[in-house]
């Protein structure tokens, strides 16, 4: 099946340091990626949706400026937050989709961060 | 206004027994509903999907049984087992969109 990986698995950071966090689809091409934050026993927030080349496309709410994305080929995203505060602290999940007709998004295992 | 209504929020359920969990959306351009199994501290992982024209599709032991007219769906997990506990949201998606979440239900299954 198709795997998507992240990295780090998890981070801790002093506040006002910026975290990089990488995703990339293993053994597929991915040409829409998707940014999710989980909150403790809630629900996925979509962040933004990335497609290779394009710039990101951010939900409402959510900061561009410092939740900046990159989706630099069909395999990598980034998501690097700037300037991390505590109230950063969470768990991003990464999903990629599978280019054509198909619907399914294959998530990534997370990103624990956690900002001092 | 949320567009994706699952519930229960938590279930418990003996070991052996049928755990049901549904879904119900209001956007009828939707036309894929997955369901997602998360562990915790991992990533939600694909259990299976539907497209609304089947009724139904199985496998193993689950199944998902789709009602296009009352827009709702739900998950069945036939003889549930101590290690399916963990969190299940169901998605739904239009075409190549993103896909809204269902808030989640937390499976607990009793030995």
């Known amino acids: 099946g198709a795997v998507v990986s992240q990295h780090p698995s998890r981070v801790i950071c002093k506040s006002g340091t910026s975290v990089k966090i990488e995703c990339r689809s293993l053994?597929?091409?991915?040409?829409?990626m998707f940014w999710y934050r989980q909150f403790p026993k809630q629900s996925l927030m979509l962040m933004a949706t990335?497609?290779?080349?394009?710039?990101?496309?951010?939900e409402q709410g959510v900061e561009k400026d410092k939740f900046l994305i990159n989706h630099a080929s069909l395999t990598l995203s980034t998501l690097t937050v700037t300037s991390a505060h505590p109230e950063d602290s969470s768990f991003y999940i990464c999903?990629?989709?599978?280019?054509?007709?198909?619907?399914?998004?294959?998530f990534g295992p997370g990103t624990r961060l956690t900002v001092l | 206004q949320q567009q994706v209504k699952q519930s229960p929020q938590s279930l418990i359920v003996q070991k052996g027994g049928i755990s049901i969990i549904n879904c119900a959306y209001e956007?009828?351009?939707?036309?894929?509903f997955p369901w997602y199994q998360q562990f915790p501290g991992k990533g939600p992982a694909l259990l299976i999907a539907?497209?609304?024209?089947?009724s139904e599709k199985k496998e193993g032991r689950f199944t998902i049984s789709f009602n296009k007219s009352a827009k709702q769906f739900s998950l069945h997990i036939m003889d549930s087992q101590p290690g399916d506990s963990a969190t299940y949201f169901c998605?739904?998606?239009?075409?190549?969109?993103?896909?809204?979440f269902g808030d989640g239900t937390t499976l607990t299954v009793k030995p």
């Open positions: 999903s990629a989709r599978v280019g054509g007709a198909s619907d399914t998004q294959y």
């Open positions: 053994d597929f091409q991915a040409t829409t």
């Open positions: 990335s497609n290779e080349g394009s710039k990101a496309t951010y």
């Open positions: 956007n009828t351009a939707f036309d894929y």
């Open positions: 539907i497209r609304p024209d089947v």
């Open positions: 998605a739904a998606s239009a075409g190549a969109g993103k896909s809204t």
